[in-house]
């Protein structure tokens, strides 16, 4: 117990010291062997002890940056000559924020803070919606390619579990479940504490000993979809050519397999890679994949709505199958001005001269048929340097889409 109170004061002196402005960098040499010291257990009761003596959540929570330092020197190393811009450089970079607002979020709900529980849960759930979406969507498929699967999937169930978790703690504060706030934000904490550990210890060093440059000039340039965690990318460039988790080849070299973390070594003795071809004869390659001629013609019979196409010089080229209202081959190579009854042409022309000259991007309408309600979209088709190539005709009915309500999580097939 002295060696605890000792170690107590100590701290306070430190965070004082932060307080009164002293250098972060002179304080982080003494604080460097003592953080180090504390175990995960001591650290709750020395917090406790700090705010029952007075001092306020806002100061310990100083500590949070002082520990941040401490991490970044420690990921410095992990990520030993990672650019700044580099996604995995990014993702740590984030870790450092996720924990310190994790740490924080635990100091607030000792302190019964709630304004401020709720605010910092706010920003928290952002992380799956940044953080883990990115990894979860960019990141795992290389590993899956790789034969690596138990590890995504396991990683993936504990995102989900801290997503949950947060919206549940949102939820006890809103209801005034003070309480049972406070057991859910220190157990949230304590999650996303551990989720950082598993990153930068197991899944980021396996990523920066497995991916390539051009692996990761792919992940690079697609990242921006998923924002980020309160971190600012800068640019990384790379001269490799961006390689997608179905071009790579899917073996491990003994060097890669050496330099991976013992977890990954174990798993690797079950993994069974990956090594199917995308790409297949007959295919026909879209800006987005490959399907065959066939494929391409079922897939637009099973479209739950109708689509036409009028290419540039206002003729029919293309219409699918469930459709509500009529359409027969006899329409094809058609003027879409004489598809349309005469008093509404002029109405046609405007739409149509609207998406030539770019001053329109959508037209749409909605009518009753009996019990029917069917929503009409017209939008332009236009090629990758906005250049008119035709209009796509949308129709869908939307009456059972207009009473839905809530959510709808689990599947109900019996």
């Known amino acids: 117990m002295s060696e605890l109170l000792g170690k107590k004061e100590r701290l306070k002196e430190i965070l004082k010291r932060l307080h009164s402005g002293e250098d972060v960098e002179e304080l982080k040499k003494e604080a460097k062997e003592l953080l180090a010291s504390i175990s995960p257990v001591e650290i709750p009761l020395i917090e406790q002890e700090l705010m029952q003596e007075g001092l306020s959540v806002e100061e310990i929570a100083r500590m949070c940056d002082l520990h941040v330092e401490l991490f ?62 990115r990894e979860e969507t960019l990141i795992f498929p290389y590993l899956e390619r790789r034969g690596i699967t138990a590890m995504p999937s396991t990683l993936w169930r504990k995102h989900d579990e801290i997503r949950i978790k947060l919206r549940q703690l949102l939820q006890f504060i809103e209801k005034g479940l003070h309480e049972r706030a406070k057991e859910k934000a220190m157990e ?23 991916l390539s440059e051009g692996e990761w000039m792919a992940i690079k340039q697609q990242e921006s979809m998923f924002d980020f965690y309160k971190v600012k990318p800068k640019e990384w460039k790379s001269n490799a050519k961006p390689v997608h988790p179905y071009e790579i080849k899917a073996d491990i070299t003994e060097e ?14 079950m993994a069974k890679p990956d090594k199917s071809r995308l790409e297949r004869e007959d295919d026909i390659k879209l800006d987005t994949g490959y399907m065959l001629p066939e494929e391409i013609n079922a897939l637009f019979k099973t479209l739950p709505f109708g689509i036409t196409f009028i290419d540039k010089d206002d003729r029919v080229r293309f219409f699918s199958g469930n459709r509500i209202f009529k359409r027969t081959a006899s329409v094809l190579g058609r003027p879409v001005q004489l598809c349309h009854p005469p008093k509404s042409v002029h109405i046609v022309e405007k739409i149509l001269k609207a998406f030539k000259d770019g001053s329109r991007n959508k037209a749409d309408f909605w009518i009753k048929m009996g019990d029917k309600f069917i929503y009409i979209l017209y939008i332009p088709v236009r090629d990758e340097n906005g250049n008119y190539m035709g209009t796509l005709e949308i129709e869908q009915e939307i009456s059972k889409l207009k009473k839905l309500e809530g959510e709808k999580r689990i599947l109900d097939w019996k």
């Open 256 to 269: 890669q397999l050496q330099k991976l973390p013992e977890e990954i070594k174990m798993m690797m003795k």
């Open 188 to 210: 949230v904490s304590q999650l996303l504490i551990d989720m950082v550990f598993r990153e930068n210890n197991i899944l980021y060093p396996a990523l920066q000993t497995l």
């Open 72 to 133: 970044r020197e420690a990921v410095a190393g992990k990520a030993g000559v990672l650019p700044e811009g580099h996604p995995l450089h990014t993702l740590y970079k984030e870790n450092e924020e996720i924990t310190k607002d994790a740490e924080k979020l635990a100091l607030y709900a000792k302190a019964m803070d709630i304004e401020k529980m709720k605010e910092l849960a706010k920003e928290l759930r952002k992380i799956g919606f940044t953080h883990y979406d």
